[in-house]
């Protein structure tokens, strides 16, 4: 099970590069909001593997931090998002780095409003998808 761990691991890890050239790209094409969907697809990834945790979060956070009108974001992001968001919102709490800390407590204050605090209850209680 060890080894298929790790061979499951290096093919997230693949999957993640391939996202995070395509998010990228459409940060370069000012499409904030399409980069953060595409960041938060398929997150999180099925794995232990902490490498490919945190590969993932470099991807989520650079389209976190790329989004510059909260109220927008929230128009068109779909409901099946703001759960996982919501965990990366505290893991980017965690880091302390003041940037990352502001802009995911702006986006945290939307997110209550729209999806409720069973969101936050959700995205903490979930010991199993963890980011």
């Given at each position: 099970?060890?080894?298929?761990?790790?061979?499951?691991?290096?093919?997230?890890?693949?999957?993640?590069?391939?996202?995070?050239?395509?998010?990228?790209?459409?940060?370069?094409?000012?499409?904030?909001?399409?980069?953060?969907?595409?960041?938060?697809?398929?997150s999180p990834p099925q794995t232990k593997d902490e490498r490919c945790k945190s590969a993932n979060w470099i991807v989520v956070h650079r389209a976190i931090m790329a989004i510059k009108d909260v109220d927008?974001?929230?128009?068109?992001?779909?409901?099946?998002?703001?759960?996982?968001?919501?965990?990366?919102?505290?893991?980017?709490?965690?880091?302390?780095?003041?940037?990352?800390c502001d802009q995911c407590l702006r986006i945290h204050e939307k997110l209550t409003q729209r999806a409720g605090l069973g969101c936050i209850l959700r995205s903490l209680a979930d010991k199993v998808n963890t980011v």
């Open positions: 099970a060890e080894f298929e761990e790790a061979e499951n691991a290096e093919a997230i890890f693949s999957r993640i590069e391939n996202k995070s050239r395509k998010i990228e790209s459409l940060l370069k094409q000012y499409k904030p909001v399409e980069a953060l969907k595409t960041a938060l697809e398929g927008s974001l929230f128009s068109s992001l779909d409901p099946e998002y703001y759960d996982v968001l919501m965990k990366y919102l505290y893991r980017g709490l965690s880091t302390g780095d003041r940037p990352t």
